[in-house]
Structure formats: structure tokens, C-alpha cells
């Protein structure tokens, strides 16, 4: 029975049960539930933005794309911190590189050269450098990104930079390229071959980073290319483990379990990553 039957010569009609309790609450968890079953399924372009960036060795204004920070999750890193986030591989975004005159750095210190380094690049690099159309694109290749990374890091050379900031670059490499090989099928012989390439550069750009964060907690202050002492030591400690050096990772753990400043969270890993040593050390004995 429509007890509210009567209103229509008002143009209020009403149709179905009246139910005063019922405040619109029921309604909006009913609609709520129903865009929750049709939740749109995001992708990596979603995430990502076209952005215009002045080069300062030319001054000519080129895009490149950036990604949407505050829309993107974080999840759970890789062991050796190695950052990951849902739908997107952040780490393809971080270089900007200039596709006029072959200037390339990462994002953070793009604009930051001396006199001397926009001399040193301008000789070194754009003297050298053959311009290429740039690929339309949505979102950049794992290739592509590779590519202009490798770009980035013969402009630290050229330019004289920090050795943090050639290993920061060569860590970024060997995690891209780890990345690409363990999503690379070897279902085929071309795949094996590509994949294999891909182990090769990983291993070999890791170990230049290895090495060069080695030398840079000795000769340089932090932070790191924005990276402060105990998430180098931690990375450090996780790269010694790989290559079987555990005198260097103990000390490294140690450090960091003893040192006050360290995060409860990265003791806590700290002391996950100390069992691994144990372990590793008694099977080599065994």
C-alpha cells in the first residue's frame, strides 16, 4: 500500500514503501557496494603526466613524462630496498634527458650544474651527440628507460660528479634491468638471449654500485644522493650478503642494530638479514 498515494497532483509522487526510519543510509550503502563491484582497473598510464622541462646546457624546452606521486601505493620494497609501488615501476621516471643536446641526470639535480660542468658537458657530450626522434609513447620501455639512464650516467662523468651519484645511477640500472629479466620469459631462443642480457647488465651495474657505495661511506659525508647512512648500510649489508661477503654484512648489521638513530623497522630487517649471515656461515663451514 502507497500511503503517500495522493501527492502526484503536487508532482510528488512517491513510489514504494514508506519507511521513516530509513534516513538514506541503507540507499547510499546500496550505491556504494555497487561502485565497489565496478571499481575501474587502473594501468601504468594512469599514473603517469607529461611535464615541461627547460635543459640548462641548451635551454630548450622538452617533456618528459613524471609520475602521479601521490596517487601511486607504495608496497613492500625488494631485500636490498630496491622501491616498488602498484601498477607502476617508478624507477623507469627518475631521469630527464634532453633530446637536443644529450643532457641527462636524474630529476632531483637536473638543474644543478657549476659553470665548469655546463663547460664540461657542453665539450664532452653535446659536441658528440646525434639528436634522434624521441618514440610516441604512453609509458616508457624498460629499454627506454635503460637507455636514458645509461645517458645520465656518462653526464656524471663528463660533469665530474659525486661517485654517490655514479653508484646511485648504477643501482637504478641493475634494478631495472633485474626487474626486466625476471619478467622476460626464456620461452623462446631470442627471450633466452635478451634475458640472459639482462642478468649480465644487472649483475655487472650492481656491482659497480656495490663497490662505489663502498668507497663512498669512506670518502664522502652524508646523505648519499639523498640517501642517509643507515639506508646505505643496509643496502650495502644486503649486496654483501649476494656476494658472499658476510664479514662485511656482519659488520654492516651490527652497526646498524647498535646505532640508536636506527629505525625500530630497520632493526627489526637488520636482525631478519643477521639469521641469513648465521645461516650462510654455518653451511659454509659445514
Not at 110 to 127: G, M, N, P, V
Request: proline share 4%.
Amino acid at each position: 500500500m502507497n500511503l503517500l498515494s495522493g501527492l502526484e497532483k503536487f508532482g510528488l509522487g512517491q513510489t514504494g514503501e514508506l519507511d521513516i526510519l530509513n534516513d538514506g543510509t541503507e540507499t547510499k550503502k546500496r550505491t556504494t557496494d555497487a561502485t565497489k563491484k565496478e571499481a575501474v582497473e587502473y594501468t601504468e598510464k594512469d599514473f603517469i603526466l607529461d611535464r615541461k622541462v627547460v635543459c640548462p646546457i641548451c635551454d630548450k624546452e622538452f617533456l618528459v613524462k613524471t609520475v602521479k606521486s601521490s596517487k601511486v601505493k607504495r608496497m613492500e620494497p625488494d631485500a636490498d630496498l630496491r622501491p616498488n609501488h602498484e601498477y607502476v615501476d617508478t624507477l623507469k621516471y627518475g631521469v630527464a634527458a634532453c633530446p637536443r643536446c644529450g643532457y641527462a641526470a636524474m630529476h632531483r639535480n637536473f638543474t644543478q650544474l657549476s659553470a665548469a660542468q655546463r663547460k664540461w658537458i657542453r665539450e664532452t657530450i653535446t659536441a658528440n651527440f646525434k639528436p634522434t626522434e624521441e618514440p610516441k609513447m604512453e609509458v616508457y620501455t624498460y629499454d627506454y628507460a635503460v637507455e636514458k639512464l645509461k645517458l645520465a650516467l656518462v653526464n656524471t662523468i663528463a660533469k665530474k660528479g659525486k661517485l654517490s651519484e655514479k653508484a646511485y645511477i648504477c643501482l637504478n640500472l641493475a634494478w631495472l634491468r633485474r626487474a626486466q629479466a625476471e619478467q622476460t620469459p626464456d620461452d623462446t631462443p631470442m627471450n633466452a638471449k635478451k634475458k640472459k642480457q639482462y642478468e649480465a647488465e644487472y649483475e655487472g651495474f650492481y656491482r659497480q654500485a656495490y663497490d662505489g657505495f663502498m668507497k663512498v661511506v669512506v670518502t664522502e659525508t652524508p646523505p648519499f644522493f639523498g640517501m642517509d647512512a643507515n639506508t646505505i648500510d643496509y643496502i650495502l649489508a644486503n649486496m654483501a650478503v649476494k656476494y658472499k661477503e658476510y664479514d662485511t654484512a656482519s659488520k654492516l648489521v651490527s652497526r646498524l642494530i647498535t646505532q640508536p638513530n636506527t629505525p625500530r623497522r630497520m632493526k627489526d630487517k637488520c636482525l631478519e638479514l643477521k639469521d641469513d649471515i648465521v645461516a650462510a656461515l654455518k653451511n659454509k663451514q659445514e
